[in-house]
């Protein structure tokens, strides 16, 4: 369904002393149709201009992106697929809603401008969204400011799925809600994501949230990406188990289980150096990895693949 070669986005930093920085680096992804991803790595890594480039709202500065096989900055009529079949959900509930339109409103927005549905058939569909996402439809009639930011987050999924889409794209969406709703959350895209058959990609910082996902839904792929560079995939289970790459170690190191006492369940290591500074070509992570060797900070390692497992590192394979 999706694919991305060799895609790199670079922006330029500052006015005087110009600095090249690479949101994105030579990145390789597919996402099979049905496929649940979980892209994995702190702030800075990537992760949502990634996202963004999915909804082709961010063009790539190199490679391709095909949807569907068709190269989606070629072909403008791809972009308008991806518009309507690829869906995205803000971090922020409450500011990617507007806050003087009703929630049926904003949900009416899209519906009518893709399905083209108005008066009673609208509303049905509003009420049925509502319902779905477990809100009352009497919600309708409040503005974003009457509710909670569990129940915010639950209407800007409701309007991501509102024009069936293939693809859901969610990003960090429980990071900003109270611990209390994040669960029910990501119980509901699980849901949703089984019920209407969509390609769920879910875009996290918190392995936590990950392995929780997993176990609502089966065979969560997940993705780690750090400095602009996918560093590690497998099986989320696999990755969390038995982390390969040395950043995912040190995330899985420092992940609390969802399910535990709060408690981080292996001991955190000593804080990794803060620099940021490393070339494009070599390893993103060769300014703080342990086993850093001569070769890391020039070339970045090609994936050493093993079954539905790859790690770029110069630890494994050579
Ligand atoms: Fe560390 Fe080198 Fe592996 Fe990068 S490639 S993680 S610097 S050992």
């Not at 490679?63 to 989606?72: A, C, F, H, I, R």
């Not at 900055?73 to 959900?89: C, G, H, N």
């Not at 509710?147 to 990003?171: E, F």
Request: overall charge positive.
């Amino acid at each position: 369904l999706i694919k991305l070669s060799n895609l790199t986005v670079k922006f330029t930093q500052g006015r005087f002393n110009k600095r090249i920085i690479y949101a994105l680096n030579n990145v390789n992804l597919t996402v099979e149709r049905g496929e649940t991803v979980a892209i994995i790595g702190e702030s800075g890594a990537g992760k949502t201009t990634l996202a963004r480039v999915l909804v082709a709202l961010e063009k790539p500065t190199q490679g391709e992106y095909l949807y569907k096989g068709k190269n989606v900055w070629r072909d403008r009529s791809t972009r308008k697929l991806i518009r309507r079949e690829v869906q995205y959900i803000y971090q922020d509930p409450i500011s990617a809603l507007n806050p003087s339109k009703t929630i049926g409103e904003s949900l009416s927005y899209p519906i009518k401008k893709h399905l083209k549905l108005k008066g009673d058939k609208l509303r049905e569909k509003i009420e049925e969204l509502l319902r779905a996402v477990g809100l009352d439809p009497s919600l309708a009639e409040r503005y974003p400011s009457q509710l909670s930011g569990g129940q915010l987050q639950r209407v800007n999924i409701a309007r991501a799925i509102s024009i069936n889409p293939k693809v859901v794209i969610a990003d960090e969406p429980v990071t900003m809600l109270d611990a209390s709703y994040r669960v029910g959350v990501i119980d509901l895209l699980a849901n949703l994501k089984k019920k209407f058959d969509i390609t769920l990609i879910l875009i996290t910082h918190d392995l936590a949230i990950a392995k929780y996902l997993n176990y609502k839904i089966e065979g969560v792929r997940g993705v780690v990406i750090y400095g602009g560079r996918i560093v590690e995939e497998g099986r989320i289970n696999d990755i969390i188990s038995a982390p390969l790459h040395p950043y995912t170690k040190y995330l899985v190191n420092s992940y609390i289980d969802i399910n535990s006492d709060g408690k981080s369940k292996i001991e955190i290591r000593e804080e990794l150096s803060t620099t940021n500074v490393f070339s494009p070509n070599g390893c993103p992570f060769s300014n703080k990895c342990p086993y850093v060797m001569d070769k890391c900070t020039k070339t970045f390692p090609n994936f050493s693949v093993d079954r539905d497992r790859k790690v770029a590192c110069y630890l494994y394979g050579e």
